[in-house]
């Protein structure tokens, strides 16, 4: 049946296809614990991080303590929770700022994965409980200074030395990189591409912090130095050669990033939607105009979009059906929605649109990095055609 008008009135506006009601209750308890989280402990702060450049250390053990490091893995102290869980952690997060669902994309996604999935047994055992409790920190290196989108033409390679590896080269803007305890680096060996796993105090390895970015700035991004680092073969991790390891790893993360970026939108239009309505032009509220009304429409019309593709994306990973094309149309999407109802947010609230009071303009520049990252838009966009022609464009 229809619902009437007085019915659809109550619909929610960041929501308006009522995806939370499509939850399952344990999904909408997580939802709503990293909802609290965030409005408790993140908002009140994240602005002055944001200003002053640092990344709030003090939230990881709050994190930890909810589960929501390596939340989706099975075991070593991980909370199992399904797909749809972790993208609702993702877009909860990033509502608060990207920067704090990258900290968590990178220690979940991009470094406790490919631990659980391709390291030994003994690395499982030595790293994953301690990296779930927050003890650890990771990080995770793949790009290169020169050229991130073609991680195939890696100049950094290992050698076999006795019973170690010489690790050398160097990787570029990796978060985490100066908190973290321990890097996942992929590295060119004789055989083909592998991730070794090199801790904080090794010698000849270096993370020194990337100052001066307009973006992320309540994230730690890094460069990563190896010189001819020396690691036990007990280091490397044994269950995959090739770049299919990495890439991989960047699935589990582009999925969540495809639901975080929902949250930063959904920040953006909450605040636009009640400035709208309290600001007084021409002898009317901002929102009584036909043409802001049809922006605020465009942006609902992405916002929900994306939060159903993401959705179905998240039921499609929870049966074991989700493909990488498909993690690659929603990420270009989402990214890109979020990205233009944050400028546009921007614009609506006029000069206010550059002050630290609202929160757009963090949001969009923080969107400038989630948009480039773990493949940029044209990587996507090229990814999702060669899967339409059967035809490689790289
Ligand atoms: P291609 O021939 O396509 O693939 C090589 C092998 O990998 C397999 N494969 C995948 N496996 C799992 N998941 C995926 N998404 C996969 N995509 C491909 C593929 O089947 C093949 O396996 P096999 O067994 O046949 O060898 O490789 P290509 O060289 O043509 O490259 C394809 C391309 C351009 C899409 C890839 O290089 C790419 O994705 N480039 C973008 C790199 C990127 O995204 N870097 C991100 C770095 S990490 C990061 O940004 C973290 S930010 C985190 C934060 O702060 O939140
Ligand atoms: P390039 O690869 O040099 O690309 C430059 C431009 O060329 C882009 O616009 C790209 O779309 C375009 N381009 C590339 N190939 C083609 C083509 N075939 N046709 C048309 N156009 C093309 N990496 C990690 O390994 N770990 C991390 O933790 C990490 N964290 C990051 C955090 C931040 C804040 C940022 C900004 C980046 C991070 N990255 C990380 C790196 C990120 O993944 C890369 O920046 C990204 O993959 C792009 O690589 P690049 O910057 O070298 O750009």
């Known amino acids: 049946m ?24 344990d999904e909408q ?51 199992g929770l399904n797909a749809v869980s972790y993208g609702l952690i993702c877009q909860e997060l990033e509502r608060g700022d990207s920067g704090i669902r990258s900290f968590v994309s990178v220690q979940s996604s991009l470094c406790m994965y490919p631990i659980h999935a391709f390291g030994s047994e003994e690395q499982k055992q030595k790293y994953l409980p301690r990296m779930a409790r927050g003890e650890l920190i990771g990080c995770f290196g793949l790009t290169e200074p020169h050229g991130g989108s073609d991680p195939a033409n890696m100049k950094t390679h290992a050698k076999r030395r006795g019973a170690d590896w010489v690790i050398h080269g160097a990787k570029m803007w990796i978060t985490n990189g100066a908190i973290a305890d321990l890097c996942v680096v992929w590295a060119q060996t004789e055989d083909g591409i592998r991730g070794f796993i090199v801790e904080k105090g090794t010698k000849g390895f270096a993370a020194p912090e990337i100052e001066r970015k307009f973006s992320l700035r309540a994230s730690i991004t890094s460069s990563l130095f190896f010189d001819n680092v020396v690691v036990p073969q007990e280091n490397m991790l044994p269950g995959v050669v090739g770049l ?69 994306l998240g039921r499609l990973k929870d049966r074991g059906e989700m493909t990488p094309s498909q993690v690659s149309l929603a990420k270009w999407n989402n990214c890109r929605m979020a990205l233009d109802v944050a400028r546009d947010c921007r614009d609506m609230l006029g000069g206010a649109g550059i002050s630290a009071e609202y929160v757009p303009i963090r949001h969009m520049l923080n969107l400038e990095s989630v948009i480039t990252y ?21």
């Open 2 to 25: 229809t619902k009437s008008h007085a019915d659809l009135t109550a619909l929610d506006p960041l929501d308006l296809f009522g995806v939370r009601r499509s939850l399952s209750e």
């Open 29 to 79: 308890m997580v939802q709503d614990s990293v909802a609290r989280l965030v409005d408790d402990k993140v908002l009140p702060i994240i602005q002055k991080c944001f200003e002053e450049h640092c990344f709030p250390k003090s939230l990881i053990p709050e994190l930890a303590a909810l589960g929501l490091l390596g939340s989706s893995l099975e075991g070593y102290g991980c909370a």
């Open 244 to 312: 299919k390891g990495p890439l991989s790893c960047l699935t589990q993360a582009r999925y969540g990033i495809s639901w975080g970026v929902i949250g930063a939108a959904q920040a953006c239009l909450a605040q636009l939607l009640d400035y709208t309505k309290t600001r007084e032009l021409f002898g009317r509220p901002l929102a009584k105009n036909q043409a802001i009304q049809i922006r605020l429409a465009e942006m609902a019309r992405q916002i929900t979009t994306a939060q159903l593709l993401s959705l179905q």
């Open 374 to 394: 773990e493949g940029t838009e044209t990587i996507h966009q090229l990814t999702v055609g060669r899967e339409l022609t059967g035809i490689s464009a790289f």
